[in-house]
């Protein structure tokens, strides 16, 4: 069974810069393809940033040029290294992983696994 917990949140003033870790246990982890989802307060969750099995990424167009995601395979852990944040940034972030491995390709649609989240609240 695969598990995924976030960390990292927090509360930071606008401009400022917050990594997000999720670190994945269970079998196979390393060889699946992860995405974190945001959802802020009255809004729907959204997919904010994900990574191939190959470590290709994909952005949503409101985080391009200030989010970059990452992946440790030895520590099977996901990083999200968020700057230049702006208030529309908050909100609980998500990871989570469709399980399916060997992609070269992420996808934010079909997720089976999620984290419980992480707050994070940027301050104008």
């Known amino acids: 069974q695969v598990q995924l917990v976030e960390s990292g949140g927090g509360l930071v003033q606008a401009g400022g810069s917050l990594r997000l870790s999720c670190a994945a246990s269970?079998?196979?982890?390393?060889?699946?393809?992860l995405a974190w989802f945001r959802q802020a307060p009255g809004k729907e969750r959204e997919g904010v940033s994900c990574i191939s099995t190959t470590g290709r990424p994909d952005y949503t167009d409101s985080v391009k040029d200030r989010f970059t995601i990452s992946r440790d395979y030895a520590n099977h852990t996901v990083y999200l290294q968020m700057t230049s944040l702006k208030p529309d940034d908050t909100g609980v972030y998500y990871c989570?992983?469709?399980?399916?491995?060997?992609?070269?390709?992420?996808?934010?649609?079909?997720?089976?696994?999620w984290g419980k989240g992480t707050l994070v609240a940027v301050s104008s």
């Open positions: 989570a992983t469709d399980l399916i491995p060997g992609t070269a390709f992420c996808s934010y649609v079909g997720m089976t696994s």
């Open positions: 269970g079998p196979g982890v390393s060889t699946m393809r």
